[in-house]
Structures are given as structure tokens and as C-alpha cells.
């Protein structure tokens, strides 16, 4: 009786992580799983699983994680309780090293279909090949890129075509020198260090691919549409 009433509760835990809402389902879904109705919740979903048997709670550093499948998905509410869920993706990464996403705090097992949904979006910021877990609000600019495909794919196309019509190690290398840039502040020095190379070589690589995009780096909304622009191209490139 008591494994029947389980797979009750996590069936009803399915139905509210597709964000269906009739009425006393998440009363019920709490009884059934013996979770709170109102506590806070974060949802998790994973691209690869952390192996074991989905379905199944586990306990870790004081945490309630509950796990279920879905698809090549496997999503995981953690019961939060007062904690702070900054520290959850370290967590995860010890059980699986992802790429993940975690979606905003659920006050409440009613509200499991929207986190799921956005720990989806934040799972979609993380570039092919990538591994890693990441919370929605560490990654909200690319958060809107990937929510908008084709928005992204114009803006790609708009920024960097010329770019794209160079030779591949070529349009790499200039790629890896504005992310570089970028990560050290805007520090061509910084950057130079991390690419091996010379400052003065850093520079002619960014004043070349501000003369391929039309586009000047010390222009703050010209630096606004090449970053989104690289963000987008990351997400999207293939990997080699």
C-alpha cells in the first residue's frame, strides 16, 4: 500500500512539473510524497542523469531531492526548506557534473511547472559540448537569446556575417580573442596573458574584427549587440 501511494504522489509530482493545475493537486501531491504544499522549491534538469533509479528521494547535505525522468530529461525538486539555493549547483555537480539548469525559487509545489520550465531555459544556455550546472539568474541575457531563436539567428547573421565567411581557424581565433577580452574586463593585457600572446597582438585582433562588423567596442550599445551576438554564436556553433 505504502509503494502504491508513493507512485501516486510522484505521479502527481509529474502532473504539476507539466504545469497542469487542477484543483487540490498540489494538496494532494504533498500527502502523497510528504512534502510541504507551501515550502520552497527548486527544480533542476539535467541533460544526462546522475544514475540510480529515477523516481527515488535522496537525502544530501540536509536536501530532499526527489528525481524523475522525462524524455532525455531528468529533473530533480530539491525541497529547499530556509536555504539559500546559491550553493545548490556545487551540490549537484558532486552527483552529476551536468550541463544542468536550476530555475528560480518555487514558493510552493503549484508552482513546480514554471520552475521546470525556466530550469529548462537555463539548461539551454549551456554551449554544446559544455558541462556544468547553472542557475536561470546567472544567465538571464543568454536566457533571452535562447528563448528566441530566430531573433538570436538574425542577430548572429546581422553582427558577425562577415565574420563568418572567414576561414574557420581564422574566425576562431578571432572569436577566442573577444571572449578573452571580455572575461578579463575589457583588459587587453589580461587578455594577452590567457591567449599567450602579445598585448599589441590582442589589439590588432580586435580592431580587425571591429572593421569586419562594422562595429566599435568602446560604443556601449555597439558592445552590447557584439557580446549578445558572441553569446548567440556560442550556443549555436557547432562543435568541431
Known sequence: ??????????????????GRSEPELAARAASGLGLPERGRYAVVVLRDGGGGTAGTAMYADGLRFVRRRRGDREIVVVSLGDRDPAGLAALMVRWCPGPGGIGPVADGLAELGTARRLAEVALLTCPPGTTGIVRLEERLPAALLVSQPELSARLVSDVFGPLLALDPADRALLVRTLEAWLECGGS??????RLYCHRNTVLNRLRRLERLTSRSLTRPRELIEMTLALDAFRLTAPQA
Open 1 to 18: 500500500m505504502r509503494g502504491r501511494s508513493d507512485e501516486q504522489g510522484r505521479a502527481l509530482l509529474d502532473a504539476l512539473l507539466e
Open 188 to 193: 587587453a593585457g589580461r587578455a594577452a596573458g
